[in-house]
């Protein structure tokens, strides 16, 4: 959604300049499924790598990210999840940082549920700890009504500004990952849950799904691939450090 102030009029001819305003969205709720039938060779994916990554968010032509010059804090939620899942994140945390340029603190274990109601409704004075977990269609919107082979669900808001003048700037500021607990997956390698949170941490970062259904960020996880591809790597290069900072003018 956006949030638009209205116009006034002044005096009898004039129009009055649009005042700043504030303007948010949050994103669609964007995950990962289990193939259930064979990939696309990769002879025929050859043909959709000029899509090999898509961003989730576009502003003026320009990707919505995070400020990658600040500090990403986030959270686990660890309890009803895998013995070890907590290393997963860990490491896929880890990669993600590596390949962003990013900072990432983690601020240790939470009770919350990975849901929407997580999120911030209006833009937080510090950015909320981005929150990674195990969970349920019971306990999770994310995941409810969804189908059997969904493993993983995504969701971020952003806000920003508006100057009134045609100047608008925005930077992610939350982002919630639901990883489902009834998937029985392996902590490490292809259609792991090492690779399930590497794609959902895309999502977190800005990232869609590309058409390549080679690459990780794919709607489907591919089979075999453990690790973010190089059309992953190029659209996190693109939301990352190596990009520049997010300055919001008057947040």
């Known amino acids: 959604m956006l949030i638009a102030a209205a116009t006034a009029a002044l005096g009898l001819s004039a129009l009055a300049a649009p005042a700043p305003h504030a303007i948010a969205q949050l994103s669609e709720a964007d995950g990962i499924t289990l193939a259930a039938t064979p990939t696309p060779t990769p002879a025929r994916a050859a043909a959709t790598k000029a899509s090999s990554y898509r961003f989730s968010s576009l502003l003026d032509g320009q990707p919505v990210r995070w400020n990658p010059c600040a500090p990403l804090h986030w959270r686990s939620n660890t309890a009803r999840g895998p013995a070890g899942g907590l290393a997963v994140l860990k490491e896929s945390v880890a990669r993600i940082?590596?390949?962003?340029?990013?900072?990432?603190?983690?601020?240790?274990?939470?009770?919350?549920?990975?849901?929407?109601?997580?999120?911030?409704?209006?833009?937080p004075t510090v950015d909320k700890p981005v929150l990674?977990?195990?969970?349920?269609?019971?306990?999770?919107?994310?995941?409810?009504?969804?189908?059997?082979?969904?493993?993983?669900?995504?969701?971020?808001?952003?806000?920003?500004?508006?100057?009134?003048?045609?100047?608008?700037?925005?930077?992610?500021?939350?982002?919630v990952v639901a990883l489902d607990r009834t998937d029985k997956l392996?902590?490490?390698?292809?259609?792991?849950?090492?690779?399930?949170?590497?794609?959902?941490?895309?999502h977190v970062m800005g990232l869609?799904?590309?058409?390549?259904?080679?690459?990780?960020?794919?709607?489907?996880?591919?089979?075999?691939?453990?690790?973010?591809?190089?059309?992953?790597?190029?659209?996190l290069t693109k939301?990352?450090?190596a990009a520049g900072c997010v300055v919001i003018p008057g947040a």
Do not use: C, K
């Not at 900072?103 to 109601?117: E, H, L, Q």
């Open 239 to 241: 939301l990352g450090r």
């Open 97 to 123: 940082g590596q390949l962003t340029g990013t900072t990432w603190v983690y601020d240790g274990t939470s009770t919350a549920a990975p849901n929407t109601a997580y999120l911030p409704t209006t833009a």
């Open 208 to 235: 869609d799904h590309p058409s390549d259904a080679q690459q990780l960020m794919a709607a489907t996880l591919p089979r075999g691939v453990s690790d973010l591809q190089a059309g992953d790597r190029t659209g």
């Open 132 to 175: 990674l977990g195990w969970t349920d269609a019971t306990s999770s919107d994310l995941l409810r009504g969804r189908p059997q082979q969904v493993l993983a669900m995504t969701r971020t808001v952003w806000f920003g500004m508006d100057d009134g003048a045609g100047h608008r700037a925005a930077a992610i500021r939350a982002a």
């Open 186 to 202: 392996p902590l490490r390698g292809a259609t792991s849950w090492s690779a399930t949170t590497l794609h959902e941490l895309g």
